[in-house]
């Protein structure tokens, strides 16, 4: 028979049980009959969870008197196994299995295989529905799929019918329930508490058994259709390259997505009388099994793939397609993702989100930089996320410690308020520095700026004491529309941002779209040429081709600047030709607005990124042509390493302390030293404590900076005496280590500062 039709007979009949007025211990007695005989097993048992324990609620050719009689804790036995991992099991010899228990009261001693599948219910295992035979043998894949069918079946029975109570449907395992401590990078310190939101939350399944078939197997054709079209879209954005999801990950996608197996396999379960959505899920949960038996690590990152693959399809299915950002937060919220673009982030309400946890993530992909930005720490490449946290669910997050404590105790809920209280206090310790300035012991001045990139982070000047912006991120305005900002809009915003500032000088960056900064109205240009988007045409390369962008761009600029001094600077600067043609479109801009006899700048002064290494090659040729230079180490690294930034696999690989980094900075510096062109580094590096101490013996005298690193750095700066901190340096860098992570670390702590 095949599995569709031996399900349909199942279903038909558990249809009416179903469907009868019996009560719902009288359904359960029916359902173990039903499977029991439709599956010619000596044995069908159902065990349901009541006040955390799995109890036997009905089974035909146990003893009778063992139901409501024996009961097992979650991973006890071979039921508890089931129940703890979700997962199917389908054994010829159960007394073989590790798990395996004897319980006397039930009489099983005859039976030899085993084969059960968990009774899920809002993605928990509820209960156990199990089959027993006396011969030894697995049981084929049509019945184990009967099985399934009918637990999917049961749980809506439970759900209606209250058989399970609230608490105990709502978790289950002790991963579940109970306190549980997730670990992974930290990407921005800070802690955070708040209620766990899914970015893309799961689909409930309401309705299992379908009313009309035909009219299921339209509604899921048509989810196909939708979700191969936004598949083939997502693979003509370079927006899809966020987090490291590459080629690689995208090929799955496709091959999932027009896998005429998987449809194939949801249509049969249709016909054996599901719903859509219910269909889906047990094709599902079917496929994780299959894959759970195959033992292999890259299965289990394809796994992956294909649950957020069958989430999508559900999701559409279900009609509901947005994330939880166009929902809105409504209370404070610790958002769970596999991972996030820049842009997505942004959509989130700043003030109720209070820390965001990835399952990828790397330090350096932008969107790590925007929640930098927005003061909300981060952690990533997150472990264990999905089978541990609930949409709901408390948890204190500790990014600084890389670490999330999910469901915590009172006690340890008030230890976190205390710490954090604490750190409140040190972040107002740091803030009383805003009108210290950054001298070191030995008198010198340090610049200590601030990066900023939408108007909202002008207020952290103020609060930080920062020397200014030493990068504002113009293209995070491109990033939050949905179409190509228009220039009074630029102007607006640049002026809006220039006042905030003051006496202070800001430095524009101008666009940097493309690698991890994709935006929609430019994708489908960038993905059509580029395989490799960092490296691709983004930035000025994209720029200076779509010069109707940077002319509006200069244009904004210029005007917003009127009757002051404006501060401009090109990123991924690779030839100095480059910087030569960027500041001709600013040249002619200005030339026409004094035809226009507009108010001009008072002074532009143009500077340039150092990014690419292949600049630092030509600096004598281009230093004469700038007033500033600001290293970006996040490109630059990325470069020198050929790691890609946003790529997870790679977020601890190399260490910003490698000699290479810090050889090739010093390098720099030196080759500028009497150029009177001042350099600075704005990459993300400069706001760590290590880093920045590292910087500064290399001779760096400029850093910007995340805000909220300002106030540390500065108190850092405080306790240096260069000279000393030079020397060495120099001793470290002649023959290192592959990190200079120790040595700076008990240089540090030697001097106590702090550098953790
Ligand atoms: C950098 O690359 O270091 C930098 C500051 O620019 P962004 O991070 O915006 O690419
Ligand atoms: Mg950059």
């Known amino acids: 028979m095949s599995a569709a ?35 010619s097993s000596e044995v069908c048992s159902i065990y349901l969870l009541r006040d955390g324990m799995l109890e036997l609620f009905a089974t035909r050719g146990l003893n009778q008197s063992a139901v409501h009689v024996t009961r097992m804790a979650i991973g006890e036995g071979l039921t508890g196994a089931i129940a703890k991992k979700v997962e199917t099991l389908n054994l010829a010899e159960a007394k073989a299995h590790p798990d395996f228990q004897y319980r006397p009261e039930t009489g099983e001693e005859k039976f030899h295989s085993f084969a059960g599948v968990p009774i899920v219910y809002r993605e928990r295992a509820v209960g156990v529905l199990c089959v027993q035979h006396v011969e030894p043998r697995r049981y084929e894949e049509v019945e184990i799929e009967a099985l399934q069918t009918t637990a999917m079946v049961l749980s809506e029975l439970i ?58 197997r339209e509604r899921v054709y048509r989810a196909f259709d939708k979700m191969r079209e936004q598949i083939d879209t997502l693979a003509s954005q370079a927006e899809f390259g966020v987090g490291g999801e590459h080629e690689e990950v995208l090929e799955t996608y496709k091959m999932f997505a027009y896998d005429e197996g998987w449809s194939r396999r949801i249509n049969e379960s249709i016909d054996s009388g599901l719903t859509a959505e219910a269909a889906i899920e047990r094709v599902q949960q079917h496929t994780r099994m299959r894959m759970r038996e195959i033992d292999d690590p890259l299965l289990a990152d394809r796994m992956h793939d294909l649950e957020d693959l069958a989430n999508r399809l559900l999701r559409i299915v279900a009609g509901q397609v947005g994330t939880a950002a166009s929902q809105g937060l409504r209370r404070d919220t610790i958002l769970i993702a596999r991972n996030l673009g820049p842009a997505e982030l942004l959509e989130y309400d700043k003030r109720r989100l209070k820390g965001v946890i990835l399952e990828e993530g790397s330090l350096t992909a932008h969107v790590v930089i925007v929640a930098r930005a927005m003061n909300v720490p981060v952690i990533g490449r997150t472990k264990g996320v999905r089978t541990t946290i609930r ?40 803030a009383s520095l805003k009108d210290i300035e950054p001298f070191t012991r030995c008198g010198t001045r340090i610049q200590v700026m601030m990066n900023a990139g939408l108007r909202d982070d002008m207020s952290a000047l103020a609060m930080t004491g920062a020397d200014g912006v030493g990068l504002f991120r113009t293209e995070f305005q491109f990033l939050v529309s949905a179409t190509l900002p228009q220039r009074e809009r630029q102007t607006k915003l640049y002026r809006d941002v220039l006042d905030a500032a003051g006496e202070k000088p800001v430095i524009f960056r101008t666009v940097d779209i493309g690698g991890d900064k994709s935006v929609p109205y430019l994708a489908s240009e960038i993905a059509a040429q580029d395989e490799n988007p960092a490296m691709g045409w983004r930035a000025l390369r994209l720029a200076l081709e779509r010069e109707g962008l940077m002319k509006i761009q200069a244009r904004s600029l210029l005007e917003a600047a009127a009757g002051r001094s404006l501060y401009v600077m090109f990123p991924m600067v690779s030839e100095p030709w480059e910087f030569d043609a960027a500041k001709t479109v600013f040249d002619e801009q200005l030339a026409f607005l004094r035809t226009q006899k507009k108010l001009l700048p008072e002074k532009v002064h143009f500077g340039a990124m150092l990014e690419v290494p292949a600049l630092a090659e030509v600096l004598d040729m281009l230093l004469p042509r700038l007033s500033f230079l600001s290293i970006g180490t996040n490109d630059l690294t990325q470069f020198l390493f050929a790691a890609d930034r946003a790529n997870p696999k790679l977020a601890e690989r190399y260490d910003w302390l490698s000699p290479s980094i ?95």
Not at 8 to 36: F, N, P, Y
Not at 163 to 181: F, I, K, R, S, Y
Not at 189 to 205: N, S, T
Not at 709 to 729: C, Y
């Open 5 to 39: 039709a031996s399900a349909r007979q199942i279903l038909t009949r558990l249809t009416e049980v179903m469907a009868s007025r019996m009560h719902a211990q009288g359904k359960l007695d029916q359902v173990v009959e039903i499977i029991g005989e439709c599956l």
């Open 159 to 216: 759900a209606n019918a209250e058989l399970v109570d609230e608490e105990d449907a709502l978790g289950l395992t002790a991963e579940m329930t109970g306190p549980q401590t997730l670990s992974g990078l930290t990407l921005v310190k800070g802690l955070g508490a708040g209620h766990a939101v899914y970015h893309q939350p799961r689909v409930e399944i309401t309705q299992v058994m379908a009313q009309d078939i035909e009219a299921e």
């Open 391 to 430: 949409e709901g669910d408390e948890i204190l997050l500790d990014a600084s410690a890389g670490n999330a404590i999910v469901r915590p105790l009172p006690q340890v809920a008030d230890a976190f308020q205390t710490r954090f209280a604490k750190s409140r206090e040190k972040q107002a310790a740091y």
């Open 662 to 756: 810090l050889r090739f900075l010093r390098r720099v510096m030196q080759n500028s030293v009497g150029s009177g062109v001042d350099i600075g580094v704005c990459g993300e590096m400069g706001g760590r404590r290590l880093e920045a101490l590292a910087l500064l013996g290399i001779g760096y005298r400029r850093l910007s900076i995340t805000p909220a690193a300002v106030g540390p750095i500065k108190e850092l700066v405080r306790k240096v005496d260069l000279a000393e901190l030079t020397t060495a340096m120099n001793g470290w860098l002649t023959s290192p280590q592959r990190s200079l992570r120790e040595e700076l670390s008990a240089w540090a702590a030697a001097r106590e500062i702090e550098h953790d």
